[in-house]
């Protein structure tokens, strides 16, 4: 138990600072429309001084969100997963291929003898 002037006193662990709108007055906000293209409305708040994003994510569904309701953006379009030997054959012709495989046979043929 704490003894002498250690306690504290009139209020408890983890409360705000006392009669907080006596101290400070909260910053003029706004509320800004998003639609996605669900039809979901997120209306996040920020700063009435700041300019709002032009985009905004959709806490419903994860789209993405613009400010025009009757034109909200696409949804993204997912790429299939590509294997590396699909990468390399768009970067090469097969003309390319066999030269480099034919240079690569002939390294090899020299080193080994």
């Not at 700063?47 to 789209?63: I, K, T």
Request: aromatic share 6%; glycine share 8%.
């Amino acid at each position: 138990m704490a003894t002498g002037n250690s306690a504290i006193r009139g209020t408890r662990v983890g409360a705000g600072p006392a009669r907080w709108a006596d101290h400070a007055e909260p910053a003029p906000r706004q509320h800004v429309s998003y639609w996605c293209a669900n039809g979901h409305e997120a209306r996040p708040l920020f700063s009435a001084g700041a300019a709002a994003p032009d985009s905004w994510d959709c806490p419903r569904c994860g789209l993405p969100a613009g400010r025009d309701r009757d034109n909200p953006p696409e949804r993204p379009r997912t790429e299939p997963y590509k294997t590396h030997l699909a990468y390399v054959k768009e970067r090469r012709s097969d003309s390319d291929g066999e030269a480099i495989l034919a240079e690569a046979l002939a390294r090899l043929r020299n080193e080994r003898g």
